[in-house]
């Protein structure tokens, strides 16, 4: 197959998609959870059966506590998350809860806004740290080489995959966000993380395999050499992508409310990864190619 052949197409497609996720993100923005804007944590468990979602917050109206994040966990309990409250509001609540049957507190935890404004701003700059490692290593580890690429281009071309590959799973979480509640929490950040490791591994392979040629001189067109290269990556790629999903997917149908948000983001960011790396990482390198 030849992955360049129809490289504006791709860099078409992706270009729409991306502009779509920014556009997703300055329209609606993220809806960050407490752990990144303060707030309460409250952990409960129904001695009978579980109230529904809406009954619960309509239940609590009565605190005017803003936006009222509930969980199911296991089979009949809850997790409940509000703005940040007092003690009083902490133990009113407990009775309110009891008003229709006995529950059971598991845990009852606060986190302040500067706490969570720090932890913000930790995330973001974890975030950019492990970008730059990435981009580093693959700077690294091609350093030797030099022809007709040198090592930098190779780190350019990783740069603007990782790029397209946190921005495509952003997106979909702002418009989550905005019309279903989703809210960005560290376990969403654990998994972005893990699509950034996921993606360079993809990459790292189609270069790896790109090295080889190159030394062995498969083809003296380097177009050739690309394809071919992207070719004999492809069944890893897709393999090691397409198991990783399967399991991601039955964790996310049948792991529970709280493993959905992070197996969502895992699923999205490496099929967006695999994508990237098979129908991006050829023709940037040729169009890097062309203008060096």
Same mark, same amino acid.
């Given at each position: 197959?030849?992955?360049?052949?129809?490289? =504006?197409?791709?860099?078409?497609?992706?270009?729409?998609?991306?502009?779509?996720?920014?556009?997703?993100?300055?329209?609606?923005?993220?809806?960050?959870?407490?752990?990144?804007?303060?707030?309460? /944590?409250?952990?409960?468990?129904?001695?009978?059966?579980?109230?529904? @979602?809406?009954?619960?917050?309509?239940?609590?109206?009565?605190? =005017?506590?803003?936006?009222?994040?509930?969980?199911?966990?296991?089979?009949?309990?809850? %997790?409940? =998350?509000?703005?940040?409250?007092?003690?009083?509001?902490?133990?009113?609540?407990?009775?309110?809860?009891?008003?229709?049957?006995?529950?059971?507190?598991?845990?009852?935890?606060?986190?302040?806004?500067?706490?969570?404004?720090?932890?913000?701003?930790? *995330?973001?700059?974890?975030?950019?740290?492990?970008?730059?490692?990435?981009?580093?290593?693959?700077?690294?580890?091609?350093? =030797? /080489?030099?022809? #007709?690429?040198? #090592?930098?281009?190779?780190?350019?071309?990783?740069?603007?995959?990782?790029?397209?590959?946190?921005?495509?799973?952003?997106? $979909?979480?702002?418009?989550?966000?905005?019309?279903?509640?989703?809210?960005? *929490?560290?376990? $969403?950040?654990?998994?972005?993380?893990?699509?950034?490791?996921?993606? %360079?591994?993809?990459?790292?392979? $189609?270069?790896?395999?790109?090295?080889?040629?190159?030394?062995?001189?498969?083809?003296?067109?380097?177009?050739?050499?690309? @394809?071919?290269?992207?070719?004999?990556?492809?069944?890893?790629?897709? @393999? *090691?992508?397409?198991? *990783?999903?399967?399991?991601?997917?039955? /964790?996310?149908?049948?792991?529970? #409310?709280?493993?959905?948000?992070?197996?969502?983001?895992? /699923? %999205?960011?490496?099929?967006?990864?695999?994508?990237?790396?098979?129908?991006?990482?050829? #023709?940037?390198?040729? %169009?890097?190619?062309?203008?060096?």
């Amino acid at each position: 197959m030849n992955f360049v052949r129809y490289k =504006k197409i791709y860099f078409a497609f992706s270009g729409l998609v991306i502009l779509a996720s920014i556009g997703s993100v300055a329209v609606f923005g993220l809806n960050p959870g407490i752990d990144f804007t303060g707030g309460s /944590i409250l952990e409960v468990s129904y001695s009978g059966q579980r109230p529904s @979602n809406q009954e619960i917050r309509d239940g609590l109206a009565e605190f =005017k506590l803003g936006e009222i994040y509930v969980q199911p966990t296991e089979e009949n309990g809850v %997790i409940i =998350k509000t703005k940040d409250i007092s003690e009083e509001t902490h133990r009113l609540i407990i009775q309110k809860l009891n008003a229709s049957q006995d529950v059971r507190e598991k845990r009852f935890e606060s986190l302040g806004p500067v706490i969570g404004k720090e932890l913000r701003e930790k *995330t973001v700059t974890l975030i950019i740290l492990a970008l730059f490692a990435m981009v580093v290593y693959i700077i690294f580890a091609f350093r =030797k /080489i030099r022809r #007709p690429l040198p #090592p930098w281009q190779y780190g350019a071309v990783s740069l603007v995959i990782l790029f397209h590959d946190i921005a495509v799973p952003i997106g $979909v979480f702002a418009v989550l966000g905005k019309f279903y509640g989703i809210q960005i *929490t560290i376990p $969403v950040v654990a998994a972005l993380l893990t699509v950034v490791g996921y993606a %360079i591994n993809n990459v790292v392979v $189609v270069f790896d395999r790109l090295r080889e040629n190159l030394s062995k001189r498969v083809s003296v067109v380097f177009d050739e050499t690309v @394809n071919k290269s992207i070719s004999q990556s492809l069944a890893r790629c897709l @393999n *090691t992508s397409l198991t *990783t999903i399967l399991v991601l997917s039955a /964790i996310f149908f049948f792991g529970g #409310p709280t493993l959905r948000a992070f197996s969502l983001a895992l /699923i %999205i960011g490496i099929t967006a990864g695999t994508y990237s790396a098979v129908f991006l990482t050829a #023709p940037l390198l040729t %169009i890097f190619k062309k203008h060096a």
